[in-house]
């Protein structure tokens, strides 16, 4: 399982989600590589998961069921809810 946090510039907001689904997903007892990288990089093949906020989740160009879209990007509990709900849609083996 593949996990990218996406911004528009790859850089600092998509690091520190990152750091968050990392926290997030220790807590969910769930093994997943996770990376950070800019809205260009959110291509259907380069993750199996893409995290981003919503305004630029519009933009993206992966599927809905690929997606995990936050309205307050500095929220882990946000984070944690929408994690747990799709994995609890999608269960890792």
């Known amino acids: 399982m593949k996990i990218m946090a996406i911004c528009g510039s790859g850089l600092g907001s998509s690091f ?6 990392k926290k997030v997903l220790k807590k969910l007892n769930i093994e ?11 291509t259907p093949g380069a993750a199996d998961l893409f995290v981003m906020a919503r305004d630029i989740a ?7 069921g ?12 946000e984070l944690e809810a929408k994690l ?8 890792v083996n």
């Open 16 to 21: 520190m989600v990152e750091m968050n689904i």
């Open 32 to 42: 997943a590589e996770v990376e950070h990288s800019d809205l260009s990089s959110a």
């Open 58 to 64: 519009d933009s993206a160009s992966v599927p809905a």
């Open 66 to 77: 690929q997606l995990v879209v936050l309205s307050n990007i500095v929220d882990i509990n």
């Open 84 to 91: 747990r709900a799709y994995f609890e849609a999608h269960p």
